[in-house]
């Protein structure tokens, strides 16, 4: 599949941020059409050693229900070493699998029950649902959809993930240790934050079913 590895996305220059490209996937007609066509029968075997992680609790994301583009890139992200996941451990797990691998992946968690959260939900700090003019901060919802149900191509569902994932993991966008976000768009919200308001956000998210 030689669509895949493209290098696209790379030269857009952000003031402060690396202008490395931030990940090797280009989503070509070609490379949407590999993923769709992910043989979940065959994801659901290979992802026997990803199940003990992979339940959603603590800082381990639960990938049942999401987008399998967004899987999928993540995957080769982690294998590439454009996202560097602080333990090593997911870029050791992606170095072993094919690109047909990841996409047979991709499809059998995204045919899963999506996340649910235990309700509750309050957007305390108004930037989920309204956003904020003043630091020039888009709401949330804009892009990753009004119930946190993520959007094509490759936004992620947030509704019902871990909140200590998702709070980890918005800091390390505010860090720049996660920097594989296309155009930096992750990464310069994520700046704006305080940790207070990246709490209360993970918070939120974490809770809506
Ligand atoms: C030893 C525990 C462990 C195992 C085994 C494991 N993972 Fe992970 N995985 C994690 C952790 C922890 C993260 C979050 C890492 C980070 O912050 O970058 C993660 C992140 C991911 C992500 C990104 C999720 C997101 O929302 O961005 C994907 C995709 C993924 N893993 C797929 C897999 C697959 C597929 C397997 C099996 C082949 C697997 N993982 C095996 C612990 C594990
Ligand atoms: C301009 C569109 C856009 C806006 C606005 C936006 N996001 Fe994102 N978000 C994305 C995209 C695209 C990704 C995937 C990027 C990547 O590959 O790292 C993402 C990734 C994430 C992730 C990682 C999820 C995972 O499973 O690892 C979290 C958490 C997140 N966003 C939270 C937020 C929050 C909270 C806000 C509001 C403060 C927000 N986003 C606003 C587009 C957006």
Redesign the pocket.
């Known amino acids: 599949m030689k669509a895949i590895l493209l290098v696209a996305t790379g030269m857009m220059f952000v003031a402060g941020v690396d202008a490395a490209p931030?990940?090797q996937v280009a989503w070509t007609p070609a490379t949407l059409d590999f993923v769709e066509k992910g043989d979940a029968g065959r994801g659901k075997a290979l992802s026997a050693p990803c199940a003990g992680c992979h339940d959603g609790t603590g800082t381990n994301?639960s990938l049942s229900g999401?987008l399998p583009t967004?899987l999928y890139?993540?995957m080769q992200?982690y294998k590439n070493g454009n996202?560097q996941d602080p333990t090593t451990i997911m870029n050791t797990m992606a170095s072993a699998l094919r690109d047909q691998d990841m996409a047979d992946l991709a499809a059998w968690y995204g045919q899963q029950a999506p996340m649910r959260g235990a309700g509750g939900a309050s957007d305390a700090?108004g930037?989920?649902g309204r956003?904020e003019g003043r630091r020039m901060?888009?709401?949330?919802?804009?892009?990753?959809g009004g119930a946190g149900q993520g959007e094509k191509v490759?936004?992620?569902?947030?509704a019902g993930?871990s909140a200590a994932?998702?709070e980890a993991?918005?800091l390390a966008?505010k860090s720049g240790q996660?920097a594989?976000?296309?155009y930096s768009?992750?990464r310069l919200?994520?700046a704006k934050?305080s940790d207070a308001?990246?709490r209360q956000?993970?918070d939120y998210?974490s809770r809506l079913k």
């Open positions: 931030s990940t994301p999401q967004y890139r993540q992200d996202r700090t930037i989920a956003g901060e888009p709401p949330c919802s804009s892009c990753h490759d936004t992620p569902r947030l993930q994932y998702l993991t918005l966008y996660r594989n976000d296309i768009r992750m919200i994520a934050l308001e990246i956000l993970a998210y």
